[in-house]
Antibody, heavy 119, light 106 residues
Framework: QLQLQESGPGLVKPSETLSLTCSVSGDSIITSNHYWGWIRQPPGKGLEWIGAFHYTENTFYNPSLKSRVTISVDTSKNQFSLRLTSVIAADTAMYYC???????????WGQGNLVTVSS | SYELTQPPSVSVSPGQTANIICSGDNLGDKYVCWYQQKPGQSPVLVIYQDYKRPSGIPERLSGSNSGNTATLTISGTQSVDEADYFCQTWDSSTVIFGGGTKLTVL
């Protein structure tokens, strides 16, 4: 059974860098023909796609966040990570990692990691 | 940039049919999927490629997509269907979500 689990700090100061990791079990980031990505949801609001990568193909980012976002992969641990620089209060959100299957349907999600940006 | 528009809320009586719409320019030319999200939980994929259901999703949930509108239809709505529903598509190398619709079962 595929499982994704986010981990990282729950509190980040304004202007600093948010870093989260998604641990994947039950599938291989390297060999699976899927995209793996990040989606966030501010409290009480809707979903916002951050970006996604395929190990042998492209990496895509939301144009509105592209200048501040990097998604990277640690193949030895079957994990991928999110870095969001220069955070502001509006970056406060639940951050989900998810697998994107054919047609960009997100069929598996992590439980989410709430990140609050505050001094 | 491409946008998907959903009504903020829809109300339905138990046993009746709920239709949740998602609008976008020529949306019928793209694949649409739908997610259900209950309070405190992660979203769950309930419809993909316009009308297909993942395993475990009840048959009373169905989808369609034509013209500028995609529709999620819940037949014989039950209290367990009360949730937020989000549509999603892909355009210009970007995943796009609708703003979400809160379904209330009165």
């Amino acid at each position: 059974q595929l499982q994704l689990q986010e981990s990282g700090p729950g509190l980040v100061k304004p202007s600093e860098t948010l870093s989260l990791t998604c641990s994947v079990s039950g599938d291989s980031i390297i060999t699976s023909n899927h995209y793996w990505g990040w989606i966030r949801q501010p409290p009480g609001k809707g979903l916002e796609w951050i970006g996604a990568f395929h190990y042998t193909e492209n990496t895509f980012y939301n144009p509105s966040l592209k200048s501040r976002v990097t998604i990277s992969v640690d193949t030895s641990k079957n994990q991928f990570s999110l870095r969001l620089t220069s955070v502001i209060a509006a970056d406060t959100a639940m951050y989900y990692c998810a697998r994107a299957n054919q047609g960009w349907r997100h069929d598996y999600w992590g439980q989410g990691n709430l990140v609050t940006v505050s001094s | 940039s491409y946008e998907l528009t959903q009504p903020p809320s829809v109300s339905v009586s138990p046993g009746q049919t709920a239709n949740i719409i998602c609008s976008g320019d020529n949306l019928g030319d793209k694949y649409v999927c739908w997610y259900q999200q209950k309070p405190g939980q992660s979203p769950v994929l309930v419809i993909y490629q316009d009308y297909k259901r993942p395993s475990g999703i009840p048959e009373r949930l169905s989808g369609s997509n034509s013209g500028n509108t995609a529709t999620l239809t819940i037949s014989g709505t039950q209290s367990v269907d009360e949730a937020d529903y989000f549509c999603q598509t892909w355009d210009s190398s970007t995943v796009i979500f609708g703003g979400g619709t809160k379904l209330t079962v009165l």
